[in-house]
Structures are given as structure tokens and as C-alpha cells.
């Protein structure tokens, strides 16, 4: 497995999931106890992170942060 632990991710920043040879483009929007809260970039749809990896953490498993807008 490569790429960034769970505990590493911080509020406000953009993270991209690649698991099962699906990736999630996501925001983490709110840390809670076990979980973390998070926005989908590009639905928009809110969601907690454990819900993408609920059945497993494939062979491909990795969690990289994006590159910021600002520059």
C-alpha cells in the first residue's frame, strides 16, 4: 500500500481514493471520533470516508492529496 495514512488527512483539504480500481475525488469536511466527514468534488454529495472502504481495502488501495487551486 502507498500513499497517505488516515492519519494524515486534515480539514479542508482535497484527497483522491483509489480503491477496487474506483477513484473518489473527495474534501474532508469534518473529523469525527472513528470517521471522517467528507464532500464529493464532484457530486457534491456528502458521505463518511468509511463508507468507501466498508467492503475491503483492495490490492490498489492508495489515498493521495490533490494538488491545491491556489498558486
Known sequence: M???SFDVLRVG???RLTNFGEQ???E???ILLHD???KDLHTLE???LKDLIKY???PDFEIRE???DAG
Do not use: P, Q, V
Open 2 to 4: 502507498a500513499g497517505l
Open 36 to 38: 471522517f466527514k467528507a
Open 66 to 68: 490533490l494538488e491545491s
Open 13 to 15: 483539504k482535497k484527497y
Open 46 to 48: 456528502r458521505f463518511l
Open 56 to 58: 475491503g481495502k483492495g
Open 28 to 30: 474532508i469536511e469534518r
Open 24 to 26: 473518489h475525488d473527495f
